[in-house]
């Protein structure tokens, strides 16, 4: 943990480094993606020593299916040498660590580089074996036309910007960050005349890292304070379960749940800060004008916390990889897609059996979620009031459902979480 955030404190220092003397205007496109490279092989080797050997090993299988598989099945053995080594690596923390989160785990940038690996796959099967009119209009968007350089693709996958936490970005959003053309596509999707400037702004954002820096320290705080005192382990203990009434142990659960939040608030805001100082994550500017640095977040906390459905809940924690999820499974399964694809999320965050009961449980909340909303939500809708109080009624329900659907996947055993169940 203290390699994790010495290493992302020191990307941040890098990232501003990165962009204010290695921009586009003052280095070349090689020059940046081997010095992104570079830094992101440093990274990993001094936060995994020899562990770090299986991300190189990934990496080079796969760059060599890309350039040796055929068009119309690149993506599918990309997914499967990817998932299978993932999974490999996941089981050996079951039957070697014993259940240990060590600080030689090195699944966590393994899990981020199965995502871009998948993701490359897909986009370039999409940009070259399949015709325009079969794609979706996202995935035209997305499409990769050319197998990318050897450079290209290290530096996609292991650069220090988001080795250690992510989050899993678009192949093309990526080399255009690195070509300069990142900030200067999105820009273009305004006309600024109209709103009175004579050239395109320059958006700098400093702003957006500070305030997501403030966010990261806020949740540093409650990580080493709510987090220590509300473990998810009291909610399975004797003297507790005995002497607790229902509600109160519904109540408690909340709190734990919320409690164990903080550590993933503040390690994906901050990898999210680093992508910015670098220049990247761009997304455009609104209505009023605002710039936005949003396009790499990772999680929405107002939306989070006010969620008023499970779908609602779900899409703004964890972004890039449901984003992931949508574009590799969703989007392409032949049938039951909503069932494939958390299925698909459950394998790839590992062989823990909580993370099973979790996702399995999550198809069952999200069909029974759907179904109320679509039959009971319309009754709701004629006055203020009855919006308001359907409203409260679904956020109660909504969260209690998330506690209820995520405790497995923080306990992650079958015995803590039968007990909890029942």
Same mark, same amino acid.
């Given at each position: 943990?203290?390699?994790?955030?010495?290493?992302?404190?020191?990307?941040?220092? /890098?990232?501003?480094?990165?962009?204010?003397?290695?921009?586009?205007?003052?280095?070349?496109?090689?020059?940046?993606?081997?010095?992104?490279?570079?830094?992101?092989?440093?990274?990993? @080797?001094?936060?995994?020593?020899?562990?770090?050997?299986?991300?190189?090993?990934?990496?080079?299988?796969?760059?060599?299916?890309?350039?040796?598989?055929?068009?119309?099945?690149?993506?599918?053995?990309?997914?499967?040498?990817?998932?299978?080594?993932?999974?490999?690596?996941?089981?050996? =923390?079951?039957?070697?660590?014993?259940?240990?989160?060590?600080?030689?785990?090195?699944?966590?940038?393994?899990?981020?580089?199965?995502?871009?690996?998948? %993701?490359?796959?897909?986009?370039? +099967?999409?940009?070259?074996? =399949?015709?325009?009119?079969?794609?979706?209009?996202?995935?035209?968007?997305?499409? *990769?036309?050319?197998?990318?350089?050897?450079?290209?693709?290290?530096?996609?996958?292991?650069?220090?910007?988001?080795?250690?936490?992510?989050?899993?970005?678009?192949?093309?959003?990526?080399?255009?960050?690195?070509?300069?053309?990142? @900030? +200067?596509?999105?820009?273009?999707?305004?006309?600024?005349?109209?709103?009175?400037?004579?050239?395109?702004?320059?958006?700098?954002?400093?702003?957006?890292?500070?305030?997501?820096?403030?966010?990261?320290?806020?949740?540093?705080?409650?990580?080493?304070?709510?987090?220590?005192?509300?473990?998810?382990?009291?909610?399975?203990?004797?003297?507790?379960?005995?002497?607790?009434?229902?509600?109160?142990?519904?109540?408690?659960?909340? *709190? @734990?749940?919320?409690?164990?939040?903080?550590?993933?608030?503040?390690? !994906?805001?901050?990898?999210?800060?680093?992508?910015?100082?670098?220049?990247?994550?761009?997304?455009?500017?609104?209505? =009023?004008?605002?710039?936005?640095?949003?396009?790499?977040?990772?999680?929405?906390?107002?939306?989070?916390?006010?969620?008023?459905?499970?779908?609602?809940?779900?899409?703004?924690?964890?972004?890039? %990889?449901?984003?992931?999820?949508?574009? @590799?499974?969703?989007?392409?399964?032949? !049938?039951?897609?909503?069932?494939? %694809?958390?299925?698909?999320? /459950?394998?790839?965050?590992?062989?823990?059996?909580?993370?099973?009961?979790?996702?399995?449980?999550?198809?069952?909340?999200?069909?029974?979620? =759907?179904?109320?909303?679509?039959?009971?939500? +319309?009754?709701?809708?004629?006055?203020?009031?009855?919006?308001?109080?359907?409203?409260?009624?679904?956020?109660?329900? %909504?969260?209690?459902?998330?506690?209820?659907?995520?405790?497995?996947?923080?306990?992650?055993? *079958?015995?803590?979480?039968?007990?909890?169940?029942?």
């Amino acid at each position: 943990q203290i390699n994790f955030v010495a290493c992302q404190l020191f990307a941040l220092l /890098a990232a501003f480094w990165f962009r204010i003397y290695l921009g586009p205007s003052h280095a070349s496109s090689a020059v940046r993606h081997a010095f992104a490279t570079l830094f992101g092989i440093y990274f990993a @080797v001094f936060c995994f020593g020899w562990y770090s050997i299986h991300l190189f090993i990934l990496v080079m299988m796969n760059y060599g299916i890309m350039n040796m598989a055929s068009i119309p099945n690149i993506h599918r053995y990309s997914f499967v040498v990817a998932m299978g080594y993932l999974t490999l690596c996941h089981i050996s =923390r079951i039957y070697i660590f014993h259940y240990g989160i060590l600080t030689t785990d090195f699944s966590g940038p393994l899990m981020i580089i199965t995502q871009k690996i998948t %993701t490359l796959a897909c986009q370039l +099967h999409d940009g070259i074996g =399949r015709q325009a009119e079969e794609l979706t209009a996202e995935q035209n968007r997305l499409a *990769v036309k050319s197998r990318p350089s050897l450079l290209e693709y290290l530096s996609y996958l292991l650069n220090f910007m988001s080795i250690i936490a992510g989050p899993c970005s678009n192949y093309k959003d990526y080399i255009a960050f690195i070509e300069g053309r990142h @900030v +200067h596509m999105k820009l273009l999707e305004v006309n600024w005349k109209q709103k009175g400037y004579d050239r395109l702004p320059d958006p700098s954002p400093t702003g957006a890292v500070m305030y997501k820096l403030c966010i990261t320290l806020v949740s540093l705080i409650l990580f080493l304070t709510l987090t220590k005192n509300f473990p998810m382990a009291y909610i399975i203990d004797n003297e507790f379960l005995d002497k607790t009434p229902f509600l109160s142990r519904l109540g408690y659960l909340y *709190v @734990v749940t919320q409690a164990a939040k903080p550590k993933y608030y503040f390690a !994906w805001t901050l990898a999210d800060a680093v992508n910015n100082a670098a220049g990247y994550g761009f997304s455009g500017v609104d209505e =009023r004008g605002t710039f936005h640095w949003d396009l790499l977040s990772n999680l929405n906390i107002w939306n989070i916390e006010t969620a008023t459905s499970f779908k609602m809940y779900i899409e703004n924690w964890n972004i890039q %990889t449901a984003a992931w999820l949508k574009r @590799v499974c969703y989007d392409r399964a032949p !049938w039951y897609p909503t069932a494939l %694809t958390f299925i698909l999320s /459950a394998l790839w965050h590992g062989i823990y059996p909580g993370y099973y009961f979790t996702f399995l449980t999550g198809i069952l909340i999200t069909l029974a979620a =759907r179904a109320i909303r679509n039959n009971f939500r +319309h009754y709701f809708l004629s006055s203020v009031p009855l919006k308001i109080a359907y409203d409260v009624v679904t956020w109660v329900v %909504t969260q209690l459902a998330v506690c209820y659907t995520v405790a497995p996947f923080v306990m992650l055993a *079958v015995e803590p979480t039968i007990k909890f169940y029942k």
